[in-house]
């Protein structure tokens, strides 16, 4: 019988901290075909004096100097020196660049990521490179032809899909400053940016957040909604810096646009109890105390739940806890049992005021703008009666299946009348033949 082996344990080797250097050997190896590499000559001494040569060459003649690296370029490439190569087309690139020969440019980018065996760090590097000079090509026309060789490059390849993605959104931005709002759209929806898994997060919610906005410029509020889900919101509460404070209040106010469509009023509560934890609005008292407000407002229309009065509860304790100025403690929402919610409710506008904690006059304006904006959909004001009409607009369905009801209930009581008519006719024709004397 043979002896049992135990396995021996293998402690993992310290590699040290990977360079972009390697991410991009790592992602040039993995990515598309899968090809690995193996360098079968190192040609970094031919290619610092090719370099040389070709900047002395440059300052009379770009274009002899961008051929005279070819052939450099070919040998580290087909001899697999991923560092040289990457150099090379570099260096090519920025002779072209820095010699304002822009045609050239465009032309050597195109021919380089075309070639056979290619590695795909010197291009992802080249291509990076020439992303960062659209911003300062000297016009326009040239910015817009430069991102348009670069998102042809581009298309299709895994290993630049995030330089793909900014292309797109330089491109995205100029259509929707010339009114090509349904263009622009269709192109940004269709990043599937969620995916990239070398972009940075807080760059992949900034490009949802923007599928989100154009979603809803479309008025696709389900396509919002779905966008909406693949933002994980944790990522707002692992920082408080300015610019993912930012995020989190763009992507809380779009949901608030969605809420507002679906009519579910308790989510909007909390999405604005959300801006009010922001850092930056609570530095703000004004924001922060019509957040809140809004909160408050949204949480009475919604239908009457526990969680409705919990998250009453929640806001009255934390104003009765900070103190703010000029804000009375709303306790008296949920004590007042009758005050269910604002749901078909009749209510005079001091009570309004007083449960708003505005004086009558703001509280009329304050109500009117959420009419207007469409926040509060169906409520009216009667000025000589001083009366506010809460009553929300139901659903085409609910409204159809309301008028239904009433047609049968109309139905039943004309079938219940006739009945009635009937028999009044049948009782007196009985009592006129009992007292009508015979013959």
Not at 37 to 61: C, H, N, S
Not at 91 to 111: H, R, S
Not at 159 to 184: H, I, N, P, Q
Not at 327 to 338: A, G, T, V
Request: overall charge neutral; hydrophobic content about 40%; glycine content about 4%.
């Amino acid at each position: 019988m043979a002896d049992k082996r135990e396995p021996i344990k293998v402690d993992p080797v310290d590699v040290g901290d990977t360079t972009e250097l390697d991410n991009l050997a790592h992602l040039a190896a993995h990515g598309g075909d899968g090809r690995l590499f193996k360098m079968e000559q190192d040609y970094t001494k031919q290619v610092d004096e090719a370099l040389l040569k070709a900047r002395d060459l440059a300052q009379k003649d770009v274009v002899a100097a961008v051929e005279s690296l070819n052939n450099i370029e070919k040998l580290t490439r087909l001899g697999a020196d991923m560092k040289s190569n990457t150099r090379v087309v570099q260096y090519m690139a920025k002779l072209c660049f820095e010699g304002q020969k822009w045609d050239l440019l465009m032309e050597t980018i195109m021919t380089l990521s075309k070639k056979r065996l290619l590695i795909k760090m010197a291009i992802a590097k080249m291509v990076r490179d020439a992303v960062a000079m659209i911003e300062k090509m000297p016009s326009e026309e040239l910015k817009m032809k430069l991102i348009e060789t670069l998102r042809t490059v581009t298309a299709g390849k895994i290993y630049v899909e995030v330089e793909r993605a900014r292309l797109t959104s330089m491109v995205v931005k100029k259509l929707e400053a010339e009114g090509k709002l349904d263009e622009a759209a269709t192109m940004l929806l269709e990043l599937q940016v969620e995916t990239y898994g070398s972009m940075e997060m807080k760059e992949k919610v900034l490009y949802l957040l923007e599928q989100m906005r154009y979603s809803l410029v479309r008025n696709d509020y389900v396509r919002a909604t779905i966008i909406s889900k693949k933002i994980n919101i944790k990522f707002f509460n692992k920082s408080d810096t300015e610019d993912v404070q930012d995020l989190k209040l763009k992507y809380y106010e779009l949901m608030i646009r969605i809420g507002l469509h679906d009519g579910n009023y308790l989510d909007v509560c909390r999405h604005h109890r959300e801006i009010y934890e922001t850092k930056k609005i609570k530095e703000d008292s004004v924001k922060a105390t019509s957040h809140l407000r809004s909160a408050v407002v949204y949480c009475l229309l919604a239908p009457h739940t526990n969680e409705q009065w919990d998250l009453l509860n929640r806001i009255a304790i934390q104003r009765e806890l900070e103190t703010v100025p000029d804000y009375k403690i709303i306790l008296d929402l949920f004590i007042n049992q009758e005050l269910i919610s604002f749901k078909g409710t009749i209510i005079t506008f001091e009570r309004l005021a007083e449960l708003l904690d505005f004086p009558v006059d703001e509280m009329e304006s304050f109500v009117c703008n959420l009419i207007v904006s469409g926040h509060i959909t169906g409520a009216k004001l009667h000025r000589p009666s001083r009366i506010v009409y809460l009553r929300l607009k139901k659903a085409n369905v609910e409204q159809l299946d309301v008028w239904a009801s009433n047609v049968h209930k109309l139905t039943d009581t004309l079938n219940k009348v006739s009945h009635l008519i009937l028999k009044e006719q049948m009782v007196h024709k009985n009592l006129e033949l009992a007292v009508t004397p015979r013959a």
